[in-house]
Nanobody
Framework: QVHLVESGGGLVQAGGSLRLSCAASRSIFSFNVMNWYRQSPGKQRELVAT??????NYADFVKGRFTISRDNAKNTVDLQMNSLKPEDTAVYYC??????????????WGQGTQVTVSS
């Protein structure tokens, strides 16, 4: 069983910051791709940031404000969120993709952590 657990969500005023962490039951380095997604009620789940090897990508709506990183000592993938806006309010999910065998892969999800940004 692979388990992902998100933490760090909470309530913050617009312009404030939060740091989310994703802890895994196995080495973060065993995953090919690590992602942060978010979802608000009535909206599609959307990709926020991706960490793949040494490559990092961000959605346009968070560029310059959010930073995804790997913490080797804690075996976590973190999302530093600065200059938060009310529209950032959502449940944030950690997602991991790992190869299982040639031509196959598995995708894993955490339970999500709530981020609420007040105006």
């Amino acid at each position: 069983q692979v388990h992902l657990v998100e933490s760090g969500g909470g309530l913050v005023q617009a312009g404030g910051s939060l740091r989310l962490s994703c802890a895994a039951s196995r080495s973060i380095f065993s995953f090919n791709v690590m992602n942060w997604y978010r979802q608000s009620p009535g909206k599609q789940r959307e990709l926020v940031a991706t960490l793949q090897g040494a490559s990092i990508n961000y959605a346009d709506f968070v560029k310059g404000r959010f930073t995804i990183s790997r913490d080797n000592a804690k075996n976590t993938v973190d999302l530093q969120m600065n200059s938060l806006k009310p529209e950032d309010t959502a449940v944030y999910y950690c997602n991991a993709i790992a190869s299982i065998a040639s031509g196959f892969y598995g995708a894993y999800w955490g339970q999500g952590t709530q981020v609420t940004v007040s105006s």
